[in-house]
């Protein structure tokens, strides 16, 4: 940001830069999740334009939409499966900048945790949260799919991590598992074991690009099938949530 303000000072027209300039800060607010402050600079970013005649980049109004969704204070609206499905697609394509960038421990961070989102907002539709929740119902079938994929039963937790949730929508034939095979899941698993054994997680080791990819086209693929079912398309709803370049 200080070079930009250099530049500014060196040129005769720096409202262009300005603008460029607004614009990074409000990537950098929707880089750390702070989207009340982003709306705020995409604002200016829309004021600016419109006071110095120069057009907009189409994205913009689409940015403004999207923030103001994700900041939000309606509890009704923030329920809505439009805004579960924003966060989770804002969390996706900030991991997307990360592995852009070579940070790739903290790309599969973020994709971790939009396979944790997906599941909570899956298993809420049945009245499942993730904490202090009685699953007595599902412990006989549980113990008998943990067994076929870890060779030795498991309880039902108190808690639900994120295994423990896609066992669940596996038991509850949920649509994002539809069609899912025992080893499916096993092969699952094995991918996400392996961002477990990391140092971001419980390891002393780097995941790295190729723990990324696999994460990646798990995350996706899930993804795809949520937007199917809400009757989305998940490339345009991702080109929303997309930092373009100008």
């Known amino acids: 940001l200080a070079l930009y303000k250099r530049v500014r000072q060196k040129i005769v027209d720096p409202r262009a830069v300005e603008i460029e300039e607004l614009l990074s800060e409000s990537y950098l607010h929707w880089n750390s999740f702070n989207f009340k402050a982003a709306a705020s600079k995409i604002r200016i970013v829309l004021d600016k334009c419109a006071q110095y ?39 996706y394509a900030n991991a997307l900048r990360k592995a852009e960038s070579g940070v790739f421990e903290d790309a599969i961070s973020r994709l971790y945790r939009v396979l944790e989102l997906i599941s909570q907002y899956r298993l809420r539709s049945y009245g499942i949260e993730t904490h202090l929740v009685d699953l007595r119902p599902y412990a006989d079938r549980y113990r008998s799919l943990t067994k076929e994929i870890y060779g030795i039963e498991k309880d039902v937790p108190f808690e639900i991590g994120l295994k423990d949730g896609y066992l669940l929508l596996h038991l509850l034939d949920d649509y994002l598992l539809k069609g899912t095979s025992v080893q499916d899941l096993r092969e699952m698993f ?30 996706r693929q899930f993804m795809q099938r949520v937007c199917q079912q809400q009757g989305k398309d998940l490339a345009p709803l991702l080109e929303q949530h997309t930092f373009v370049r100008l």
């Open 53 to 91: 005649h120069m057009k907009p980049h189409h994205a913009f109004t689409h940015y403004l939409s999207v923030l103001e969704l994700l900041s939000t204070s309606d509890q009704q609206l923030r329920t809505s499966d439009d805004f579960q499905l924003h966060v989770i697609v804002d969390l």
């Open 190 to 219: 094995g991918v996400i074991r392996a961002r477990d054994m990391s140092i971001i997680a419980h390891g002393l080791q780097l995941a790295g690009e190729k723990v990324f990819l696999n994460m990646n086209q798990l995350a």
